[in-house]
Nanobody, 128 residues
Framework: QVQLVESGGGLVQAGDSLRLSCAAS????????MGWFRQAPGKEREFVAA????????YYVDSVKGRFTVSRDSAKNTLYLQMNSLKLEDTAVYYC?????????????????????WGQGTQVTVSS
């Protein structure tokens, strides 16, 4: 089992940057596929980015490519989401998620239902 805690959200202006953190406890990243999702008011939770256990490549939704970057610090068991050039439409609660993954599984998981563990979320509000 893994526990996830997001932090770093806040109120920013369009064009600003923000970095979110997701601290994991319990198990290490080497056993889990990780994902970032977001949920805007009145909308369903949507996929933002996914990475495989210890994988170097990251899969992003088209709307954030070139603006958002995921990284991780395995020593700290922390996942980051660097968000640059923020837009009004990026306003949402951001969640990190994890699912146990067997060695050799090469999939990127992009569906909410595919993840077993979720953080509580952190609010990101982008104003004009």
């Amino acid at each position: 089992q893994v526990q996830l805690v997001e932090s770093g959200g806040g109120l920013v202006q369009a064009g600003d940057s923000l970095r979110l953190s997701c601290a994991a406890s319990g198990r290490t990243f080497s056993s889990y596929s990780m994902g970032w999702f977001r949920q805007a008011p009145g909308k369903e939770r949507e996929f933002v980015a996914a990475l495989r256990p210890m994988g170097a490549r990251i899969y992003y939704v088209d709307s954030v490519k070139g603006r958002f970057t995921v990284s991780r610090d395995s020593a700290k068991n922390t996942l980051y989401l660097q968000m640059n050039s923020l837009k009004l439409e990026d306003t949402a609660v951001y969640y990190c998620a994890a699912r146990p993954t067997f060695a050799g599984d090469s999939r990127y998981y992009t569906e909410v239902r595919e993840y077993d563990f979720w953080g509580q979320g952190t609010q990101v509000t982008v104003s004009s």
